[in-house]
């Protein structure tokens, strides 16, 4: 290939800088490129994609730097690459046009669209010649070249139709006559149809590929806790556990692959991304409060590490993702041979290899990808050796295979730091030290907060971004990058007293509420109101790889109600649940966060003060406890600014204050008092 350059050069996406040397000449996304296409009557070719996604970098090494195929594409198109994560408000969009016209979607997504911008035509990968039931990417763009100059009225008719079908297909589950309450019918329906897509032998829900699902996973959590059916922690626990033993989680190094390929969560993309993490991060420490198995605990410690050792820049803010591929080949950094693995253990080997499925042959193309068959509680008795000698074994195995495969060529970092995805895991953090009171999370969380806060707010434009690398913020924040935001801070309260989190929520609360609500349906837009370069502004409910933006707000809206006093908040929230009560309760596998907003709702929140002498100590007995749908608020001495604290001190004593209802307790002094205080009330 001849040395190229183009528009994306001065890009700072990984992703963007891919494809900086393509033959195609990409712009990013912006006024040069759309008002270009408008200037020469071009139709608009929009590939989006993201650094760490395996099939982009397929599809660019067969065509995109292909000198043929870049010829016809700078000669009939104007081409725009887009990171999905710089831009996550159009790859909504344009994902949802290509759904809409073929049924399906994926990265990487390739879609026409007129001069305004508007898709008429699109799909996903397309291989440089015909193969799998597709046409060649060539093969497409002649026949949307021959459209566009042949029959551009009928294309513009299907782009304008198509448009409006999307606007329309943001309302869908939304009812314009919301119910009156949460029914209890409508949390055991949600639980009905989610077991009913549970897979009880593997874990997960639905068939290969599976996804985590964190947030099913977490409503089963809670609903084993307001109604101890069984079944419920048990299909929550399997899912975790069989992920934490698959191939989708890093034995040697921690931390989990984006989903597996297969329905045995053997076989995964090997990408990790920060949010998968920092969400069965919080999945597994609400776990492990359930249950004590010493599994979350191990896992949870080495994920983190993962997470600090890999994905964390000197700032404290996180990385976005890791490669799947390395030196051009899927999964290369991490799996091994049956060789390798004798040659470094040793003595060792024969156990090692037998408890992680290491074979001569192979688990996955002729190579091993580490995974457990057997726990290692029943595997080392088998062995005749005490689970603690097992895990001796195991550790040290481990480290001599991560110091090896330290060697190897890594695979690639996506290094843009994103508001959302760290505010996930800042929440990740703070469940972490609530589960397990180890203070360098909490520090971990403070500190990562403190870089979010001080590097994401444009004091120019007074507004906040969604991006930041190289010391520059960029792209006007998204409803899902204010959500979790919030979310983070309130968590962060939690465990550490500062109020002043509580009311930067409630500020960032009232900016979201002004700028992107739909007064229609009540719920928010993805996109603020002044943003100009999306042709609609849509709505996401759907709970998919992350939890939406509208889900995570109903969250925060109830949660700060009752912090401040706030029955604006209530209703609103309230409002925007009921009225996708239906459809949450027939689809929770799609709506999970959701579920769990209804599940709040439905059994009230528990409303915990601490205060007195002793309550930094006290806060963290209560915080390792498993009290879902709970507002915790822990305080030296009275605080009228927040009713939960105002005029509760003691001299000499540290009490805590249970209320539901704007009604509350006899104050008791510990922990196991409270547990059992509610537990009282909840039999009632």
Known sequence: MADHSNHLIGETSPYLLQHAHNPVQWYPWGEKALAKAVEEDKPILVSIGYAACHWCHVMEKESFEDEETAAMMNEHFINIKIDREERPDLDHIYMNAVQTMTGSGGWPLNVFLTPRRKPFYGGTYYPPAPAF??????????????AYYEKRDQLEKQAENLTAQIVQSGNFGISNQPQTEIAQADIENAYRNAMASADKVMGGFGAAPKFPQTFTILFLLRY??????EEARAQATLSLNSMIHGGIYDQVGGGFARYSTDGEWLAPHFEKMLYDNALLLSAMCEAWQVTHDRLYAKTVAQTMDFVERELMSDEAGFFSALDADSEGVEGKYYVWSKQEVEQLLGDDASFFCAYYDISEHGNWEGKNILRVIQPLQAFSAGYGLSIEKAEEIITRCSAKLLEERRKRVPPGLDDKILLGWNALMNTACSKAFAAFGNEQ??????????????????????????GYKNGIATNPAFLDDYAHLIQALIHLQEITGNTGYLLKAKQLSEWVIDRFTDEESGLFFYTHRN??????????IYDGATASGNATMAWNLLYLSLIFDN?????KAGRMVTSLAAVVSRYPTSFGMWAMVMQGIYYGKNEIAIVGDRYNEILSDVLACYIPDRVIQSSLANNETFPLLAGRYVANQTNIYLCRDFSCKKPVQNAVELTQLIDQERKR
């Open 133 to 146: 039931n597709r046409p060649s990417w060539k093969q497409v763009l002649q026949g949307v070249i021959n």
């Open 224 to 229: 084993f806790y307001y109604t101890h059916n």
């Open 441 to 466: 999370y909490r520090q971990l969380a403070v500190r990562n907060m403190d870089f979010l806060l001080k590097n994401f707010f444009d004091e120019g434009n007074r507004e906040w971004k969604h």
């Open 531 to 540: 943003q100009q370069d999306v042709i609609i502004r849509i709505k996401e």
């Open 567 to 571: 029955s604006a908040f209530k209703s």
